[in-house]
C-alpha cells in the first residue's frame, strides 16, 4: 500500500504543479518568443518550485522580468544566476545593462583592499568548483602524504614533504571558499528592492522615523530581523528597517 502511495504521488505531482519541468520550459519559451513574458516568467517560476533550480533558468527569468517591466526581479535573477555560475557571461552584461535603470545610484563606502581581493576570490569559482578543487587537492595531499611515508629514496621524500605542503595551502583555501560559497547559499544576506519604492524606517515598526527611500533594483545587505521587518544597510552606509514583503534575497 506505501509502495502505492509514492507511486501516485509521483505520478501526480508533475500534475499538481502544471506540468513536468521539460514541458513547463518548453512553454516558458514558447510564451517568450510570442511577446508573453508575464506568462514565461510564472512558467520559469513553476520550475523553480519543482525544485529544478540553474544559472541559465534564472537567467531566462531574468529576460523575462525585465520584459514585463520587473526591474527588481530582472535583477535579482541575474544576481542568483551569477550566484550559481560566476561565469555566465551573459547574465553579468544583462545585470550592467539593466542596472543602468535604477533609480538609486549610491556611493560605494571604501573597503579594504585585502577584503575586497578576498571576496572577489571567492566568487571566482561556483560552490561545485571550489568543491570540486578541494577534493582534488585533497587527493594530492594524501598521495604527496604517502610519497613521503613510504618511498625509500630522499629525493622522493622531499618532493612529497614540499608538493604536500603546496597541495595542503590550496587545499586549505579551496575548502573556505567552498565552506564560503556554501553559506551565501543557504544563508543569504544580500538582497534586492522588488517593490516599485519603499521607506526606510529608524526602527521596525511603522511609527518609526522616515529615513530615505529605496527603489526596485537597489541592492541591499540584510543585517537583522524582527517579525516581518529586516534590518538593512546599503552601499553608502546608511542603515534602516523595511517590511520583508519589500525586498528578496538573492
Do not use: C
Amino acid at each position: 500500500m506505501r509502495k502505492y502511495l509514492i507511486i501516485s504521488a509521483l505520478f501526480l505531482f508533475p500534475l499538481l504543479y502544471g506540468g513536468s519541468p521539460d514541458s513547463l520550459y518548453t512553454s516558458a519559451g514558447n510564451a517568450y518568443s510570442e511577446g508573453r513574458f508575464e506568462q514565461a516568467l510564472a512558467d520559469y517560476q513553476s520550475i523553480v518550485e519543482l525544485g529544478v533550480t540553474s544559472a541559465d533558468l534564472y537567467y531566462n527569468m531574468g529576460n523575462a522580468a525585465f520584459r514585463s517591466n520587473k526591474l527588481g526581479y530582472a535583477v535579482l535573477y541575474y544576481e542568483k544566476a551569477l550566484k550559481l555560475d560566476p561565469s555566465h557571461e551573459e547574465a553579468g552584461k544583462n545585470l550592467d545593462y539593466v542596472s543602468q535603470y535604477k533609480e538609486d545610484q549610491l556611493e560605494q563606502v571604501p573597503e579594504l583592499f585585502i577584503r575586497t581581493w578576498i571576496r572577489l576570490g571567492y566568487q571566482l569559482f561556483s560552490l561545485r568548483t571550489w568543491s570540486t578543487l578541494a577534493l582534488i587537492f585533497f587527493a594530492l595531499l594524501l598521495g604527496s602524504i604517502l610519497i613521503y611515508i613510504f618511498s625509500s629514496r630522499l629525493s622522493l621524500k622531499k618532493t612529497g614533504f614540499f608538493t604536500g605542503l603546496v597541495t595542503l595551502l590550496f587545499f586549505a583555501l579551496s575548502i573556505t571558499a567552498a565552506i564560503h560559497r556554501n553559506t551565501e547559499m543557504v544563508a543569504p544576506d544580500s538582497a534586492v528592492i522588488i517593490m516599485p519604492s519603499v521607506v526606510v524606517k529608524s526602527s521596525p515598526s511603522l511609527s518609526g522615523t522616515d529615513l530615505f527611500v529605496l527603489h526596485e533594483g537597489t541592492q541591499i545587505r540584510v543585517d537583522d530581523h524582527v517579525g516581518s521587518w529586516r534590518e538593512i544597510r546599503i552601499s553608502d552606509g546608511r542603515v534602516g528597517w523595511i517590511p520583508s514583503d519589500a525586498l528578496a534575497m538573492i
